[in-house]
């Protein structure tokens, strides 16, 4: 048990390097294995977690991997929850009177005609917030993966989902400040993800030039 721990450790620290310390990581992990026939293992595992996370806070690749992750678990992956509880439970703050998606629908069905216009919208509304939380966690999976083509793309279509959401809530005469609000997050989203995909690039290319030849 406590040489899997501090081979669980160990992991952790080596996930903690960046490309440019790969060399550093490979000499700590021969380090390692003397340390676990010596059983010092624990305590040798738990100096290079230190040591990796001392060198996360303090080096450029660093900064941008916590930048990465703190975008994906403490942005999107609470945006995408918020959209799919909402989709499917129908949460009252996101709509006016508090009464939720249902009552906020109930309110346009003034007359006869338009009643059975607004209860179709109904799954209408809730299909596209549920797209735009599926959509916000792919996102936040191709963020952590560095697939920048693919976490752009699909942000772009987040975006435009957030724009169809705001203008059909738009059309039925519903509140579209909390949507509204919700777009500017996207948004906002988007910016981060271009800066970090032009950052990744500028260290890789750092990297990739103080590589010999």
């Keep these: 048990m406590k040489a899997s721990m501090s081979r669980a450790i160990m992991a952790l620290a080596m996930a903690c390097m960046g490309d440019d310390r790969c060399d550093w990581a ?6 390692f294995d003397v340390a676990a026939d010596d059983g010092r293992a624990m305590s040798f595992a738990a100096g290079c977690l230190f040591a990796a996370a001392r060198e996360l806070i303090v080096s450029a690749h660093g900064r941008f991997v916590m930048t990465s992750y703190a975008v994906a678990l403490g942005i999107m992956l609470p945006v995408a929850a918020l959209q799919i509880a909402c989709a499917v ?6 709509y006016p ?3 939720g998606l249902s009552g906020a ?19 209408m509304l809730a299909m596209l917030q549920l797209a ?10 191709l963020l952590l993966e560095r697939d920048w083509a693919g976490a752009t793309r699909w942000s772009v279509r987040t975006l435009s989902v ?4 705001i203008l059909f809530m738009g059309a039925l005469f519903l509140d579209v400040r909390q949507a509204a609000i919700m777009g500017v997050v996207v948004a906002f989203e988007f910016a981060i993800l271009l800066m970090l995909s032009s950052r ?11 590589l010999p030849g």
């Design 26 to 31: 490979a000499a700590m992990t021969a380090e």
């Design 89 to 94: 439970f129908g949460l009252p703050y996101l």
């Design 97 to 99: 009177g508090h009464h």
């Design 105 to 123: 629908l109930i309110e346009g069905m003034s007359t006869v005609w338009t009643r059975g216009f607004y209860q179709s919208a109904g799954p």
């Design 132 to 141: 735009i939380g599926i959509a916000h966690l792919r996102g936040a999976w």
């Design 162 to 165: 957030s724009t169809t959401l």
């Design 200 to 210: 990744h690039a500028d260290l890789h290319g750092a990297i990739a030039g103080e």
